[in-house]
């Protein structure tokens, strides 16, 4: 899905259709989109935080801690929304805080 950054979508638009990715469980594909918009709007905290959670549902969990510790770094505040420790993070994390 990289063609969709040389043909000039719109970071948002990246972003939330992998947003989208994520919540139907097409999660190579939204892990694509999402690293994306990360990468173009590194201080959108959304983003990153449903790029923690595609990596934590495909089993990485150490990708999904660094980026959760880059949502808590930019939004010091979501400690309160941060997954226990003894699992890794989830798309549901992500749900739930980011409705």
Do not use: N
């Not at 899905?1 to 970071?11: I, L, N």
């Not at 919540?23 to 999402?34: D, S, V, W």
Request: charged share 15%; aromatic share 8%.
């Amino acid at each position: 899905m990289t063609s969709c950054a040389a043909v000039g979508y719109p970071t948002s638009a990246l972003g939330w259709l992998g947003v989208a990715y994520c919540t139907l469980g097409r999660l190579t594909e939204a892990l694509a989109l999402l690293r994306e918009a990360a990468v173009r709007s590194p201080k959108r905290a959304m983003f990153q935080y449903w790029l923690a959670a595609a990596h934590g549902q495909l089993g990485d969990a150490e990708a999904a801690q660094t980026q959760a510790r880059a949502v808590l770094a930019l939004q010091p505040l979501s400690r309160s929304l941060a997954p226990p420790a003894t699992r890794s993070f989830q798309v549901s994390d992500a749900r739930r805080s980011f409705p």
